[in-house]
Nanobody, 129 residues
Framework: EVQLQASGGGLVQAGGSLRLSCAVSGFTFDDYAIAWFRQAPGKEREGVSCITGDGTAEDGTYYSHSAKGRFTISSSNAKDTVYLQMNSLKPEDTAIYYC???????????????????WGRGTQVTVSS
């Protein structure tokens, strides 16, 4: 059974940091890309970041414009967890964050409408001003 579960959300002050985790199981990590999405009430889903399970893949990471320079995506050595380190958080980062997986996705093509094969439950991130 394919499972993804996001965790690590919480309440943080503007300028602070959080690290989200996505625990993955039930599939071969190297054959997939893992992406972080977020969605706030009344707003479109947004692709935040993406990483390929194969660390040697060309064009293997992606960051949205808002995430670039502040967020960092990484995977554990055991390839059972994907992290999203979020620094310099802003109130506009407040959203539910989801992790998702797709077979052989090229991360550079990630968008709000990108089809993903598997989705996990989200974790709430709230950034206070």
């Amino acid at each position: 059974e394919v499972q993804l579960q996001a965790s690590g959300g919480g309440l943080v002050q503007a300028g602070g940091s959080l690290r989200l985790s996505c625990a993955v199981s039930g599939f071969t990590f190297d054959d997939y890309a893992i992406a972080w999405f977020r969605q706030a009430p009344g707003k479109e889903r947004e692709g935040v970041s993406c990483i390929t399970g194969d660390g040697t893949a060309e064009d293997g990471t992606y960051y949205s414009h808002s995430a670039k320079g502040r967020f960092t995506i990484s995977s554990s050595n055991a390839k059972d967890t994907v992290y999203l380190q979020m620094n310099s958080l802003k109130p506009e980062d407040t959203a539910i964050y989801y992790c998702a997986a797709d077979f052989h996705l090229l991360c550079k093509y990630l968008s709000s409408t990108t089809h993903m094969d598997y989705w996990g439950r989200g974790t709430q991130v709230t950034v206070s001003s």
